[in-house]
């Protein structure tokens, strides 16, 4: 018989702010985190918009040395999953570490790091390249820092599924809980791809919107206006919790994680599959590890990344999905406010999902003005709706055809 799991911390960095309860604020509220991009000097590129967060300061959880031996995803990820273990009021001298865990996700890593150094090699020679450079770099360098700030011995890795990444590494720890593994499992994503190689990248696959001229109206899911998506950063980590474990010690819990599901396009390594297909095929998987029936959904937060191709492919997985019931769920995309994270997302949009159920608030769609025909759904445009939201799901979707899925109930004791 499976354990059951349930989430007792959270914390974030986005651009709307790395405060939970502010952030839910503002993004109920309908604000948008997307600007003029700061931190790069723009000029020469097509695209100067997105969601870097300039004030995020890494002294609040690392002193200077410490913080210059890591990359910006990883101060991303040490921030975030020390707000979410402070929130649990767990203290970890006092657990088995050996059964407490860290799986995280990424899409890219230390893309900062890779940049300054190359830089440096060309232009100063090889013996000027950092000794830190590939524990500043490597996929792992997150994962493997929160393991070593908390002295967790259990199970630790990472994941990269593209976009799909933080989902993923949270569906290996709901199972990792599940089976007996573990008992604590700090789990997201993380990402810090605004760089000039990053932006360059995207923008030269005409990914990215050029609203240059109108930044928070610029990333516009499920809107006939759409023109591609908004390059942000962030990281969004939880603390999924054995549910015996977090009520013996009197956790406060936030949501149960009941389901995961994922699967491959196996189509095309940028564009998904128009069908949806490979997406339907996740979120049935999700429901039916969930254990519930498509019907018992109540809300989705989609991956809704505002292209065009992106949008109307989820519309169709969902309408295969549901059925008749889709005309019955309330959706909202989080990027049209905070832009999208890449590996990150997912990360963020579980934390998303989690507040939904525990607030009976749907989030707005925000910059839905002029519906796509084909995006035929309740997306909550605009303005935040009160729902009673018993079960949520929140969908990622990356390059290479991944896809991964993740059901949430709420906790009602």
């Given at each position: ?392 799901m929140s969908n990622s979707f990356g390059f290479g055809g991944h896809n991964a899925c993740i059901v949430l109930k709420r906790y009602d004791g």
């Amino acid at each position: 018989m499976k354990r059951r799991v349930v989430i007792t911390g959270t914390g974030l960095v986005t651009p709307l702010g790395d405060d939970v309860g502010q952030f839910w604020s503002d993004l109920v509220a309908g604000k948008s985190g997307i600007h003029n991009l700061t931190m790069l000097d723009t000029s020469g590129f097509k695209i100067k918009i997105g969601g870097d967060i300039p004030e995020f300061d890494p002294s609040v959880v690392a002193d200077s040395k410490e913080a210059k031996r890591l990359d910006r995803f990883s101060q991303f990820a040490m921030f975030a999953g020390t707000r979410a273990v402070e929130q649990t009021g767990l203290q970890f001298e006092s657990e088995n570490r050996e059964r407490c865990g860290v799986i995280l996700g990424s899409g890219i890593g230390g893309l900062w790091e890779i940049e300054a150094q190359m830089e440096r090699m060309l232009f100063k020679g090889t013996d000027r390249v950092s000794p830190f450079t590939i524990p500043k770099m490597m996929l792992n360098a997150a994962g493997g820092n929160i393991g070593i700030q908390h002295g967790l011995r259990g199970p630790n890795y990472s994941v990269a599924t593209a976009c799909a990444s933080a989902t993923n590494a949270m569906g290996d720890a709901l199972r990792s809980i599940q089976y007996d593994d573990t008992d604590i499992v700090i789990t997201g994503g993380s990402e810090a791809a605004i760089t000039r190689m990053g932006l360059a990248g995207f923008q030269n696959m005409k990914a990215l919107s050029s609203r240059n001229d109108d930044p928070q109206r610029a990333s516009r899911p499920f809107d006939s206006q759409r023109d591609g998506f908004v390059l942000s950063e962030g990281a969004g980590l939880s603390v999924f919790e054995e549910l015996e474990h977090a009520q013996n010690r009197g956790a406060d819990i936030i949501a149960e994680v009941i389901g995961f599901g994922c699967s491959c396009d196996a189509g095309h390594i940028t564009q998904p599959d128009p069908r949806g297909a490979g997406a339907a095929q996740a979120m049935r998987m999700a429901i039916q590890n969930a254990g519930i029936d498509p019907v018992d959904v109540d809300y989705v937060n989609a991956h809704g990344t505002s292209t065009p191709l992106g949008d109307k492919a989820e519309t169709a997985a969902i309408h295969a999905v549901f059925g008749d019931h889709a005309k019955q769920l309330s959706i909202s995309s989080t990027k049209a406010a905070i832009g999208h994270s890449l590996g990150a997302s997912g990360g963020i949009e579980a934390i998303v999902t989690a507040l939904t159920l525990k607030h009976g608030v749907v989030h707005p769609t925000i910059n839905l003005t002029d519906p796509d025909p084909a995006c035929d759904l309740d997306y909550t445009p605009n303005e935040a709706r009160e729902r009673s939201v018993k079960i949520g799901m929140s969908n990622s979707f990356g390059f290479g055809g991944h896809n991964a899925c993740i059901v949430l109930k709420r906790y009602d004791g």
